[in-house]
């Protein structure tokens, strides 16, 4: 075992489709497990969503979140493919699932099908609404998931529209929140033996990431005031600026920098709680002052007055800022078929690890030799 690769010689077996579950597994790989991504015949529907690669058989998604894994084919409407489906649970130390509850259980993988034959098992079943409950099989996307939270309902714009984050926030925090689970499980599973059964969903993913909404929502009675007036997007002469404030002294030091030292001696902007009721007046005001100049003039004012800002950039922007190339904050995937790829390093992963990640693989490429592993004839398997 090292630092590097402590899961290696574990045994993972992703059934999931889409970002939650097979980021779950991602992160079992990038520390040297071997993850076995079990896919349909027609593949995981996250190789369909937006643009497809690699000769239709890659999307963004399904190249980002299968990175490190071996692939395998098998048709799970068919009693062969549910028999060696079994032979692989009954060997597995991890099985990540995303089905609908109860589906497993059909399938002859649930976990009170397997733990007498393999108590050692891990097995985190990730769905929309949970294992139980009226809305279990309720299917749920990310978006889904962020309206029922609460977070569409937080994140509202300047036309008071609530709006859904256009990133999947709630899988991948399923994912992260799915990880840390089965990375407890077998911490102590070195004492105990034994393995469990884990229940992950994206509405309890959901309502976690958001944190301290929940109970400043009871603490405000369903009010919760707005945080930090007038932090926020402004837009430049060529672009747009963010600015955060935490303090009242950065609000001062900001209205220097714009050249309005009077707004804090206002009574309407005196406070964080007055700013936050005269918000419209002090955000007009600042928007106008902020478009009379460019980007560059005002980062390079409001950081020497020493407040919290930073331009909108692009991701492209992202990889060739001198910051990220000077950290290693971004590293390459040699994809077949499509050449170098650039991804942002997993947070907190030495850079040996994610170099050795090995491409997404397509669906069942390896599937001849994952069978052979597990000791699995490949009679009525393989085509």
Same mark, same amino acid.
């Given at each position: 075992m090292s630092h590097e690769f402590p899961y290696r010689g574990l045994k993972v077996l992703d059934l999931g489709q889409g970002v939650a579950s097979p980021y779950c597994?991602?992160?079992?790989?990038?520390?040297? &497990? /071997? #993850?076995?991504?079990?896919?349909?015949?027609? $593949?995981?529907? @996250? %190789?369909?969503?937006? +643009?497809?690669?690699?000769?239709?058989?890659?999307?963004?998604?399904?190249?980002?979140?299968?990175?490190?894994?071996?692939?395998?084919?098998?048709?799970?409407?068919?009693?062969?493919?549910?028999?060696?489906?079994?032979?692989?649970?009954?060997? &597995? /130390? #991890?099985?990540?699932?995303?089905?609908?509850? $109860?589906?497993? @259980? %059909?399938?002859?993988? +649930?976990?009170?099908?397997l733990k007498d034959v393999n108590p050692k098992l891990i097995?985190?079943?990730?769905?929309?609404?949970?294992?139980?409950?009226?809305?279990?099989?309720?299917?749920?996307?990310?978006?889904?998931?962020?309206a029922f939270s609460g977070f569409v309902n937080a994140n509202r714009g300047p036309d008071d529209v609530p709006h859904r984050a256009p990133i999947l926030i709630c899988d991948v925090a399923t994912g992260l929140y799915a990880y840390q689970s089965v990375a407890t499980a077998l911490y102590a599973r070195r004492d105990n033996g034994t393995g469990r059964w884990i229940d992950v969903s994206l509405m309890a993913s959901a309502a976690a990431f958001i944190g301290h909404r929940s109970p400043e929502a009871w603490l405000e009675a369903g009010a919760a005031p707005a945080l930090n007036v007038p932090a926020g997007?402004?837009?430049?002469?060529?672009?747009?600026?963010?600015?955060?404030?935490?303090?009242?002294?950065?609000?001062?030091r900001w209205c220097g920098a714009l050249n309005r030292p009077d707004l804090p001696a206002d009574p309407r902007f005196a406070s964080f709680?007055?700013?936050?009721?005269?918000?419209?007046?002090?955000?007009?005001?600042?928007?106008?002052?902020?478009?009379?100049?460019?980007?560059?003039?005002?980062?390079?004012?409001?950081?020497?007055?020493?407040?919290?800002c930073d331009p909108v950039t692009t991701y492209q922007d992202w990889y060739a800022d001198p910051h990220v190339v000077a950290v290693g904050g971004a590293s390459v995937l040699n994809q077949p078929g499509l050449g170098e790829l650039r991804m942002p390093r997993t947070p907190g992963a030495p850079p040996s690890t994610e170099a050795a990640l090995t491409p997404a693989p397509r669906n069942g490429q390896h599937s001849a030799e994952v069978l052979a592993d597990f000791g699995i004839p490949t009679t009525g398997l393989l085509p």
């Amino acid at each position: 075992m090292s630092h590097e690769f402590p899961y290696r010689g574990l045994k993972v077996l992703d059934l999931g489709q889409g970002v939650a579950s097979p980021y779950c597994g991602m992160l079992l790989a990038l520390y040297g &497990a /071997d #993850v076995v991504k079990v896919e349909p015949p027609e $593949g995981d529907w @996250a %190789r369909n969503l937006g +643009g497809k690669y690699d000769g239709g058989q890659q999307s963004a998604m399904s190249l980002t979140f299968n990175r490190g894994k071996r692939g395998l084919t098998l048709d799970l409407k068919t009693d062969a493919g549910r028999a060696a489906l079994r032979k692989l649970a009954e060997q &597995a /130390d #991890v099985l990540i699932e995303g089905f609908r509850p $109860g589906v497993a @259980a %059909r399938l002859g993988v +649930g976990y009170e099908t397997l733990k007498d034959v393999n108590p050692k098992l891990i097995m985190v079943s990730i769905s929309g609404f949970g294992q139980t409950g009226p809305y279990s099989q309720r299917p749920v996307t990310d978006a889904a998931a962020q309206a029922f939270s609460g977070f569409v309902n937080a994140n509202r714009g300047p036309d008071d529209v609530p709006h859904r984050a256009p990133i999947l926030i709630c899988d991948v925090a399923t994912g992260l929140y799915a990880y840390q689970s089965v990375a407890t499980a077998l911490y102590a599973r070195r004492d105990n033996g034994t393995g469990r059964w884990i229940d992950v969903s994206l509405m309890a993913s959901a309502a976690a990431f958001i944190g301290h909404r929940s109970p400043e929502a009871w603490l405000e009675a369903g009010a919760a005031p707005a945080l930090n007036v007038p932090a926020g997007s402004y837009q430049t002469k060529d672009g747009w600026v963010v600015v955060a404030i935490v303090n009242e002294p950065q609000f001062v030091r900001w209205c220097g920098a714009l050249n309005r030292p009077d707004l804090p001696a206002d009574p309407r902007f005196a406070s964080f709680p007055q700013r936050a009721v005269h918000e419209a007046a002090l955000v007009a005001i600042i928007r106008d002052i902020m478009a009379g100049e460019t980007s560059a003039t005002w980062l390079d004012r409001l950081r020497a007055a020493d407040v919290i800002c930073d331009p909108v950039t692009t991701y492209q922007d992202w990889y060739a800022d001198p910051h990220v190339v000077a950290v290693g904050g971004a590293s390459v995937l040699n994809q077949p078929g499509l050449g170098e790829l650039r991804m942002p390093r997993t947070p907190g992963a030495p850079p040996s690890t994610e170099a050795a990640l090995t491409p997404a693989p397509r669906n069942g490429q390896h599937s001849a030799e994952v069978l052979a592993d597990f000791g699995i004839p490949t009679t009525g398997l393989l085509p």
